[in-house]
């Protein structure tokens, strides 16, 4: 019972971040998958899959209602990294993982930076003593 | 075509590291796209949508998927991803862009350790 309830709760979490920032949830599902309801690494990788279904379904609902979403580009996206996939497999299998996640690790955080220090210069020019903002983006 | 290569870099890194395609294609959309940070996420959300439809029918072919844990997880997460979304709307886009600096960092500091 408090195994389904944590489950439940850290559900609602990467739902959050899901719904935030775009990202799948799928960071959060696969450990409370394994660790939390004894699922093997590969039925919680695909259950985690499963579970992002409905979550996007959800909180792509509500962002195309405040018209965020744009649609053409998602399908575009979304089928090209489907073909993506396939490349990743292939280069996964023949590659040592530990360097590599590493590697990746590091690239993430220099990604963060660039983009931390892009919105840093973009807010910039807001922080002038004006009443209006001239880069606020109201949709 | 910048979009299909953001799509097939999200693919093949989520395929080689078991994150999520969107850690890859809202910064791409945001630093090589030029995008603004509420339709870059809300937008590779969607993009998400079909990344796992596709995953979860080929494991679904295997026999691979536990439906009812999916659902125990998927549902909440279901009503967060609502939430979530309303909780961006009132999030300025430089903001989110801070907030999404830091999820990449504390995802990249634990691939490093």
Known sequence: ?139 | MRLVLIGLVAGFFSALFGVGGGIVVVPLLLIVGRWQERPAMATSLAAIGIIALAGAISYGLHGELKPGAAALIGLPAAAGAVAGAMLQQRIAGRNLSFLFALVLTVLGVKLLV
């Open chain 1, 1 to 139: 019972m408090g195994i389904a309830l944590l489950a439940i709760g850290l559900g609602v979490v990467a739902g959050v971040l899901a719904g935030m920032f775009g990202v799948g949830g799928g960071i959060l599902f696969v450990p409370t998958l394994t660790l939390g309801l004894g699922l093997t690494q590969l039925h919680a990788e695909a259950t985690s899959l499963l579970a992002i279904i409905p979550t996007v379904a959800a909180g792509t609902w509500r962002q195309h209602r405040y018209g965020n979403v744009r649609l053409r580009p998602a399908v575009v996206i979304g089928l090209a990294a489907v073909a993506g996939v396939e490349g990743g497999v292939v280069v996964a299998e023949r590659l040592p993982q530990g360097v590599l996640e590493r590697l990746f690790g590091a690239l993430m955080i220099v990604i963060a930076a660039q983009v931390a220090w892009r919105a840093w210069r973009r807010g910039r020019p807001a922080a002038a003593p004006s009443s209006g903002n001239p880069h606020n983006e109201v949709p």
